[in-house]
């Protein structure tokens, strides 16, 4: 899976990306939200990491331009820990939220439930009942 971290601090950049790279993940690294934002649209991620408190732009506002652009799957990845900034963070549009600081396998782990909810959703909009009958090829529901 490619998937580009935005983090302005090296060391929290830094050690998710080593944890990811180990777990055979490609990881693309931008340190500001221009950057950021820039390597989303060129660089064709699989999944975004993005930090919430960048030094260009805010996060929210990174997250709300990658929505008008992508559907790329977001987990924001930040300090900012009260309900009030988690419910902006996944109302801007992120499809998950991990509060700092958090283990590379947490992180990880976050990333498998985001992309499995992704593929869910792709897989309900191209199988179902037609009449009768199951169409898709897979098994029909219980």
């Avoid at 500001?32 to 996060?59: E, M, Q």
């Avoid at 439930?113 to 029909?140: D, F, H, K, L, N």
């Amino acid at each position: 899976m490619r998937i580009l971290l935005v983090e302005d601090d090296t060391g929290v950049r830094e050690l998710p990306a080593q944890g990811l790279t180990s777990l055979h993940h490609e990881v693309i690294t931008a340190a500001s939200g221009s950057t950021g934002l820039d390597s989303a649209l060129t660089r064709d991620p699989d999944l975004v990491v993005l930090d919430l408190g960048l030094p260009d732009l805010d996060g929210l506002t990174v997250l709300k331009m990658l929505r008008t652009v992508t559907s790329v799957p977001i987990v924001a990845a930040t300090g900012r820990d009260t309900e009030s900034q988690v419910i902006r963070g996944l109302e801007a549009g992120a499809d998950d939220y991990v509060v700092k600081p958090f283990t590379a396998a947490l992180l990880h782990a976050r990333l498998n439930a985001v992309m499995r909810q992704r593929r869910g959703r792709r897989r309900r909009t191209t199988c179902g009942w037609e009449g009768w009958r199951w169409i898709s090829g897979g098994r029909p529901p219980p």
